[in-house]
């Protein structure tokens, strides 16, 4: 299951996840820190454990923090390094945007 957060249009937000389960010590800090730094991000928190894919590929790496498809961290979250991962994934949608 994942809880979403978050609202407004996705065209011009980025995309958190965190991939997380129940009774993870870091999972629960690292969670807070996304939710505080996330801004206007939509945040999804998604227990490994309701699917068994995501055990096998996450089990012993979690918390695991994705913005827009991209893993930038796992077990730890250092300061700043969500807002710098959701500015560089703006910057390259946008430049995804501009003409040729």
Do not use: F, N
Request: proline letters at 4%.
């Amino acid at each position: 299951m994942a809880v979403t957060i978050g609202t407004g249009s996705r065209r011009h937000r980025a995309t958190v996840e965190v991939y997380t389960r129940q009774g993870c010590g870091l999972c629960e800090e690292v969670e807070q820190q996304v939710i505080a730094e996330a801004g206007k991000a939509e945040v999804r928190m998604i227990d490994i454990d309701l699917d068994p894919s995501l055990v096998e590929r996450y089990s012993a790496r979690v918390p695991v923090v994705v913005v827009d498809g991209r893993e930038v961290a796992e077990l730890r979250l250092e300061p700043g390094q969500l807002k710098q991962a959701i500015r560089r994934a703006r910057e390259e949608r946008w430049a995804d945007w501009r003409p040729a």
